[in-house]
């Protein structure tokens, strides 16, 4: 859903969508993020509401919220401070819910900030479920990039492992070059060998 839509268009495209819809505010405090969320369909039969357990008096969007995994309640959390300290006036991300029979549920949401100030933000989410298609292309994706990022690490590490290789092979021609080099001083200040002068003879050869 794209974030520059009129606001008329995303009224008509939200009612004729199977999804579930909220508005709130969020508030930047000491501690974090504090969230004020208000279901839009307060009110929904039982085909219409999330696989997930109710307690009595409980909204969907709060079982919702209780029934999201500890991890994916932070991502989400970090997905909003990105979006909110970038100014940017929508954001998605998807999660997941521990339903009933103890079953996983994944969700998408889109956030659409309606108006901002300093450290508070008014908010429209709307939440849609995620089929199981759409469940195993994003368990793909998630896959390909934690290997992605295992590949880019080992990919450092060898860069890392080939700069170590060239400062030695440097190293040691920086030291060839210096021995050479304190060579050719050495003969230079003895003047070289006399023109015409023998090596000295073998030892062995003199006794004999």
């Known amino acids: ?95 997941r819910c521990r339903g009933r029979d103890d079953a996983l549920w994944w969700f998408s949401e889109d956030v659409f900030v309606d108006d901002a100030s300093r450290k508070a933000w008014a908010l429209t989410g709307v939440v849609f479920g995620i089929t199981p298609s759409e469940q195993e292309a994003g368990e793909l994706r998630a896959l390909r990039h934690a290997l992605d990022g295992r590949v880019l690490a080992r990919a450092a590490e060898q860069d890392a492992e080939l700069d170590e290789l060239h400062r030695t092979v440097a190293e040691w021609e920086l030291l060839d070059a210096v021995a050479a080099a304190s060579a050719d001083e050495g003969i230079a200040m003895f003047g070289g060998r006399p023109s015409g002068l023998a090596p000295a003879a073998d030892p062995s050869r003199v006794l004999a």
Not at 24 to 37: C, F, S, V, Y
């Open 1 to 95: 859903m794209a974030p520059n839509r009129s606001k008329p268009e995303l009224q008509r495209i939200l009612a004729n969508v199977r999804c579930l819809k909220w508005s709130g505010e969020a508030q930047q405090r000491t501690w974090g993020l504090e969230w004020r969320l208000c279901p839009a369909d307060a009110s929904l039969v039982e085909d219409e509401a999330p696989p997930i357990d109710m307690t009595s008096g409980e909204s969907w969007l709060q079982a919702m919220l209780r029934a999201r995994l500890p991890e994916d309640e932070r991502r989400s959390a970090d997905a909003a401070r990105r979006a909110f300290a970038a100014g940017r006036r929508w954001y998605t991300h998807d999660f």
